[in-house]
């Protein structure tokens, strides 16, 4: 540093970074707030986790890769996230159960899916996973695990949820940047036009919020009951545990081109809910209503809903409501 300075050092161990291998950033994995922590639902016997333990991991492998392995002065380092094909043992947890299970999981490009086996001898894989519909975002309070990810995907047009975590820190990053990497490829393919500064951010992303609410059903006349909800771009996904496999059901959020709103409160001679700070999201077809513990989660998911109501819809987002399916 003394001799160089810090661009010119910085230049030589990040000469060959990959456009998809992932970066740390101050806004990497945040956490919910106090009032909405799921940390009971972490697996026996791993303490809680400090504040930001994704981002924590994220930094520690990013420095590890470029001054300790030197991954990005010598290219064939690489290989366990750029070759194309994964293979390897994950902790999974179990969809109905809540234990964690050895599964083996297999990536490949050329079939551009994951895989995972209930048996490591298995011919066939349980699940069969596309690289178009994969997101991964790690989840480390949520799992219980500072090395846990979440892994989701589409499954008839529903999200399907996958907690993993390994043991190893630098065993559970390769793997999400191998998934990026896959993805990055997909859509190379996909959009040959575009740019990798156009396709990076389409890798992977974080949900805008997470946390719980109240909410009440279609009728508006039952009793509002306790839900986790995932706001991952426009699909607001409603759980009765934050590791619930499925989603109760998921609320489509347009752009207000599109008739759709967000309003703090609730309409006059609502009832049934125990929390003070109510939520109404207008879309075309009904009224959502949501309550929330206090008024900072109420003004942080109002930001959250609105930052995608403000927001003109892709064309391609035309398509996804038009096809959403929502579960009351």
């Known amino acids: 540093m003394a001799s160089h300075g810090n661009d010119a050092t910085r230049a030589a161990y990040e000469a060959s970074v990959p456009p998809f291998y992932y970066r740390p950033s101050l806004s990497d994995c945040p956490q919910p707030s106090g009032s909405t922590s799921p940390w009971h639902s972490r697996p026996s016997g791993h303490p809680a986790q400090s504040l930001n333990p994704a981002r924590r991991l994220l930094r520690e492998q990013w420095i590890r890769a470029k001054y300790e392995r030197?991954?990005?002065?010598?290219?064939?380092?690489?290989?366990?996230?750029?070759?194309?094909?994964?293979?390897?043992?994950?902790?999974?947890?179990g969809r109905d159960n809540g234990q964690f299970f050895?599964?083996?999981?297999?990536?490949?490009?050329?079939?551009?899916?994951?895989?995972?086996?209930?048996?490591?001898?298995?011919?066939?894989?349980?699940?069969?996973?596309?690289?178009?519909?994969?997101?991964?975002?790690?989840?480390?309070?949520?799992?219980?695990?500072?090395?846990g990810l979440q892994v989701t995907y589409l499954k008839d047009n529903s999200t399907r949820n996958i907690f993993v975590y390994h043991e190893d820190g630098k065993e559970m990053v390769d793997w999400f940047n191998a998934l990026r990497a896959a993805r990055f490829h997909y859509l190379?393919?996909?959009?040959?036009?575009?740019?990798?500064?156009?396709?990076?951010?389409?890798?992977?992303?974080?949900?805008?919020?997470?946390?719980?609410?109240?909410?009440?059903?279609?009728?508006?006349t039952e009793g509002f009951r306790r839900r986790w909800f995932t706001m991952d771009d426009r699909r607001l996904m409603y759980f009765k545990d934050p590791l619930d496999a499925f989603a109760r059901g998921e609320v489509f959020i347009g752009s207000k081109e599109g008739g759709y709103s967000v309003l703090e409160g609730l309409p006059a001679g609502t009832q049934g809910h125990r929390w003070a700070y109510g939520i109404t999201i207008v879309t075309p077809d009904r009224k959502f209503l949501f309550a929330c513990e206090t008024e900072a989660d109420r003004q942080e998911w109002v930001a959250a809903f609105r930052s995608v109501v403000d927001r003109p819809m892709l064309p391609q987002e035309y398509a996804v409501e038009a096809h959403f399916k929502h579960k009351p």
């Not at 599964?103 to 069969?128: H, I, M």
């Open 70 to 93: 030197k991954e990005f002065l010598h290219p064939e380092k690489q290989e366990p996230y750029s070759a194309g094909y994964r293979e390897g043992l994950l902790w999974k947890r």
């Open 188 to 220: 190379q393919v996909a959009f040959p036009g575009a740019s990798d500064a156009d396709l990076v951010p389409k890798l992977s992303r974080n949900y805008l919020k997470e946390g719980y609410m109240e909410k009440t059903g279609p009728k508006q």
């Open 102 to 147: 050895s599964r083996k999981f297999v990536l490949t490009e050329r079939e551009g899916a994951l895989k995972y086996f209930n048996k490591n001898d298995a011919k066939d894989p349980k699940a069969v996973i596309r690289i178009e519909h994969l997101n991964a975002t790690f989840q480390p309070a949520k799992i219980g695990h500072p090395h």
